[in-house]
């Protein structure tokens, strides 16, 4: 079974940046499209941007289009976040899994929070 350990998350500022790492125990390649999610108490885990197996298609939610930007590393069996002008309603629990998810493979996910 696939681990997923999620890093990289903390406290930032409105407008700075983050960028979250995803690391897998085993091939990621092999996992295909791989997704960042997120969740906030009370609400539903999202899905906020993916990336296909060879990392030449991604796709992102309207909420964070043109502002974060995933990417994987296949060699290294990693999936990263770059979060750019972060805003307090990026607030959230981050979290990497398959897309569509596998109940087992969810991490722990890393708390990134945006305020002044």
């Known amino acids: 079974q696939v681990q997923l350990v999620e890093s990289g998350g903390g406290s930032v500022q409105p407008g700075g940046s983050q960028r979250l790492s995803c690391a897998a125990s085993?091939?990621?390649?092999?996992?295909?499209?791989m997704g960042w999610f997120r969740q906030v108490p009370g609400k539903l885990r999202e899905l906020v941007a993916s990336?296909?197996?060879?990392?030449?298609?991604?796709n992102y939610a309207d909420s964070v289009k043109g502002r974060f930007t995933i990417s994987r590393d296949n060699a290294l069996n990693t999936v990263y976040l770059q979060m750019n002008s972060l805003k307090p309603e990026d607030t959230a629990v981050y979290y990497c899994?398959?897309?569509?998810?596998?109940?087992?493979?969810w991490g722990q996910g890393t708390q990134v929070t945006v305020s002044s």
């Open positions: 899994n398959k897309v569509p998810p596998i109940r087992n493979y």
């Open positions: 085993g091939s990621i390649f092999n996992l295909g499209t």
């Open positions: 990336i296909t197996s060879g990392g030449s298609n991604t």
